[in-house]
């Protein structure tokens, strides 16, 4: 019984952060229809601005919690105003911005590489590696502050795009520029927000995996991989529901290595194109 | 326009003095009586095995110091010139042509991978240049029925010598029953043969391997897998990141396995992602820091570059360029076939790496240099690397 239980919360745990990365995605998307290829390396830039702060200067983690947010802000505004806002301006296509983000992705690996070398550096953990017994099962910290933090910044996003004035603003923009323009929303402002939220919520990804992973110029890639995955599987169309899609993810990926660990990896992505081919709009699709 | 002018006169000028530069060294050759010997190292300087890459070059670069200081090649300097290969095969391989074609080095110290080591060790058999792998342990890197192997040399043991002293040590623990983690990349795939190979030849059982993909973050399934197999002990042959994750997962299931891994696991990213968790864990490792000549070496490299905890890389760097200068003390700065009869006839020589007295030779027939009792045992020790024993049975079959 224990062997299930293991596997279960080492899926959650997994799936919860393939979920986090599916939800900063999808705030992007939902708002203004850019597929973030860059996603990923915002992951990459929390992990190693932990490193930078946690082992490079030996700060706090509360201060290195603000050298993250602080950069995933720059990041956020580097994105808008030097992709996305001069593109818009030129009556540039979707397509172009979306390239755009592929190559803003390698500058960003690049640059951190340049700056903080292209090393996989060791982070030491949030709290120390002693596991909590949780009945017959055991979970180290590490992980349960996986799962707590992210289901936690699910629930503030939710509580944000439906009960603040600025998130139904953010959604109102999504669903018709012109619209939301009409009735006073001011669109930068509103963007600006919805890429600031994404970018936030990728960089404190980073800082949670940084201590199951480490962090290294080069670890967006696989990342967020994963994180579209658990974005179409869930639902594009749905900010949430990137949350179910990893979990689903990680706890399929958990039992098929136990089960028939060759084939963990196809047997997952398997079920991903079976979706797109059954269902395309994911799971859970907005009823809207 | 003035500007223009001027800038062209100069371009003019400067690519004059380049054609004028070209001439005299190609008339000169590399063989004129004070110009200096040319060495090459084709090694990641950059991305993930920039931890060994570099640390490796650095070996190389104190070696190379204290070897001018000291007079040099019969009066002649030598002179250092690294490539970086990004641990890529194809640039391994491009690198080692540049180095021969344009910087005309006499010989080439190999790197820590053995994939590119693999790539540019056959350009380099081709132009007849000795190739010497520093820290490379791909044990098809060094082998005779292969066309690489005249003009290829190793400082370092192979993989099957570390798996052959580990079998040793297990066997003197008592231990039967062995399960094996590796990744699923070709490293940790043939890792895993290698380590059922002669680990089942010395009578001990391998039960089961398990692998995983590299970057993995959960390796749960895998350690239960372990567990359910109820092996004796563990052998990890992963990399840093997944072989931390798999000690931290043995402390989350609470499993006191003893568990052995390969020597790639001498890195400060494996322990400051295991902490504590791989306290217990045996590793073999190439310098015994109670042997004086390894104690000294360690003070000068910290006190120079500081970048190397184990000091497995910067050694072998070090014992690798000591060994090609004693080879070129004997062919006077000459490269080729000279060199590469040198290298064979070396005999003895001592080394700062391996046991209290090891020594490395090679002959027309071994290209190995490392002999007899060459490993020493490391323990992770409140999350860092300590000394455990260099009674320690290993050699060649």
């Known amino acids: ?288 | 326009m003035r500007k223009l002018k001027i800038f062209s006169l100069i371009l003019v000028l400067s690519f004059g003095l380049l054609l004028v530069g070209c001439n005299s060294s190609s008339t000169q050759g590399s063989s004129g009586a004070d110009d200096p010997i040319k060495v090459g190292y084709i090694g990641a300087l950059s991305g993930g095995s920039s931890t060994m890459g570099v640390p490796g070059k650095n070996g190389i670069q104190l070696a190379v110091d204290e070897i001018n200081a000291d007079g040099g090649i019969n009066g002649r300097q030598i002179e250092l010139i690294a490539a970086d290969d990004k641990a890529d095969p194809a640039t391994s391989a491009t690198q080692a042509q540049k180095l021969i074609n344009e910087d005309e080095v006499v010989a080439i110290l190999g790197g820590p991978n053995s994939g590119t080591v693999k790539a540019n060790s056959e350009v380099i058999a081709q132009y007849g240049v000795p190739e010497l792998i520093t820290i490379a342990m791909n044990d098809t890197l060094i082998d005779p029925n292969s066309a690489t192997f005249p003009t290829t040399f190793r400082m370092t043991e192979d993989n099957s010598y570390d798996i052959r002293a580990l079998a040793e040590f297990l066997i003197g623990e008592g231990h039967q029953n062995i399960g094996v983690i590796a990744d699923n990349t070709a490293y940790g795939q043939s890792g895993t043969e290698s380590i059922k190979k002669i680990l089942e030849e010395k009578g001990l059982n391998v039960e089961i391997a398990v692998d995983h993909p590299v970057g993995a973050k959960d390796l749960t399934a895998q350690t239960l897998k372990l567990r359910e197999a109820n092996v004796d002990a563990v052998y990890v042959f992963s990399l840093g990141p997944e072989g931390a994750l798999f000690m931290k997962t043995l402390k989350q299931i609470d499993w006191k396995v003893p568990v052995v891994g390969g020597r790639g696991l001498n890195m400060k990213a494996f322990v400051d992602l295991a902490g504590d968790a791989a306290d217990g864990m045996i590793l073999p490792t190439v310098i015994n820091p109670n042997k004086p000549e390894a104690k000294e070496f360690i003070e000068k490299y910290d006190e120079k570059y500081n970048d190397d905890p184990t000091h497995v890389y910067s050694s072998l760097g070090y014992d690798s360029m000591y060994l090609l200068a004693a080879a070129l003390k004997k062919s006077d700065g000459e490269g080729g076939d000279a060199l590469i009869e040198a290298l064979e006839s070396l005999k003895d020589i001592p080394t700062v790496t391996g046991g209290m007295d090891h020594t490395a030779s090679f002959t027309d027939d071994k290209h190995n240099a490392v002999n007899e009792n060459y490993i020493i045992f490391n323990q992770v020790k409140n999350g860092a690397f300590e000394f455990y024993t260099d009674e320690v049975e290993s050699g060649w079959e």
């Open chain 1, 1 to 288: 019984m224990d062997v299930y239980g293991q596997l279960l919360i080492a899926g959650i745990s997994t799936g919860s952060i393939y979920g986090l990365i599916a939800l900063a995605f999808l705030i992007i998307y939902n708002s203004t229809q850019i597929v973030n290829f860059a996603q990923g390396e915002m992951v990459m830039v929390g992990a190693m601005m932990t490193f930078f702060g946690l082992s490079f200067h030996s700060f706090s983690y509360l201060s290195t919690f603000f050298i993250v947010i602080g950069s995933m802000i720059v990041i956020a505004f580097i994105f808008q105003h030097v992709l996305v806002k001069p593109l818009q301006k030129q009556g540039a296509s979707m397509f172009s911005i979306i390239i755009g983000t592929i190559a803003l992705g390698i500058v960003l690996s690049e640059g951190m590489g340049l700056w903080l070398g292209k090393q996989q550096y060791g982070v030491p953990p949030i709290i120390p590696n002693n596991p909590i017994s949780l009945g017959n099962i055991t979970i180290l910290p590490q992980n349960l502050l996986i799962i707590i933090i992210s289901w936690s910044l699910v629930i503030s996003i939710w509580y944000f795009f439906n009960r603040t004035m600025t998130g139904l603003s953010l959604r109102a923009v999504s669903i018709s520029t012109e619209g939301a323009q009409v009735s006073g929303i001011k669109i930068s402002r509103m963007l600006a927000i919805g890429f600031t939220l994404s970018a936030v919520v990728s960089g404190i990804g980073g800082l949670l995996i940084a201590p199951v992973v480490g962090a290294s110029p080069y670890l967006g890639l696989s990342i967020a991989v994963k994180g579209f995955a658990a974005a179409i599987l869930g639902g594009m169309g749905n900010i949430y529901a990137g949350m179910i899609g990893g979990i689903i993810i990680g706890i399929s990926e958990s039992f098929f290595s136990f089960y028939i660990p060759s084939y963990a990896e196809a047997i997952t992505f398997t079920i991903m194109l079976f979706m797109l081919v059954v269902k395309p709009t994911g799971l859970f699709p907005e009823h809207s």
